[in-house]
């Protein structure tokens, strides 16, 4: 497996990863949130623009992704999906670490993100990678409930994170 920074052409790939691996939750999802979670590929294409997204490779087939934004509250890390088949193997944590190194030459000292309380998973792997859950950021994605957590990289204050 290896990990890459997406190019503009591995839009479609990323758009497949994200509806695949986010169709099991469908149903916990509100249309609309469910909609925001798996952007289609013009939809990655303009968040290409707004921060660098990897894309995890196995052999061929894409399996894993996540993007990042910067903010003025640090790293805001978005879109994050492996696949169903894929899970398990380390691929979260090259992608986390992806995003954390990208944060460190932007002098970013923390990293945040916002998640559903439905993606137990997802949660275990953010807290076994240092991340905690904090007060502030949105309480919902179109009527889905979120939560937002952080992981600090440098000491600092940690402020709450704005709405991304």
Known sequence: ????????DDATAIA??????FEEYRPDYTAAA??????????VRLRLREGPIWLAIDGVRAVGTVSAKRTLEGIYLRGMAI????RGLGIG???LDC?????????????????TP??????????????????????DL???????????????????????
């Not at 995003?99 to 916002?114: K, N, P």
């Not at 439905?118 to 309480?139: K, N, Q, S, T």
Request: charged letters at 25%.
């Open 142 to 164: 179109h009527g889905t409930p979120l939560f937002t957590m952080e992981k600090v990289l440098a000491s600092g204050s940690s402020a709450p994170p704005a709405r991304p």
């Open 16 to 21: 497949d990863v994200l509806a695949l691996a």
């Open 99 to 115: 995003v954390v190194e990208y944060a460190r030459r932007e002098s970013a000292s923390r990293l945040y993100l916002s998640t």
């Open 118 to 139: 439905f993606l137990l998973r997802a949660i275990r792997l953010y807290e076994r990678y240092g991340f905690r859950r904090i007060e502030g950021g949105p309480p």
């Open 93 to 95: 944590v090259a992608l």
């Open 1 to 8: 497996m290896i990990v890459r920074e997406a190019a503009l």
């Open 83 to 86: 696949l169903p088949d894929a």
């Open 34 to 43: 469910y909609e925001a979670t798996t952007p289609s590929a013009s939809d």
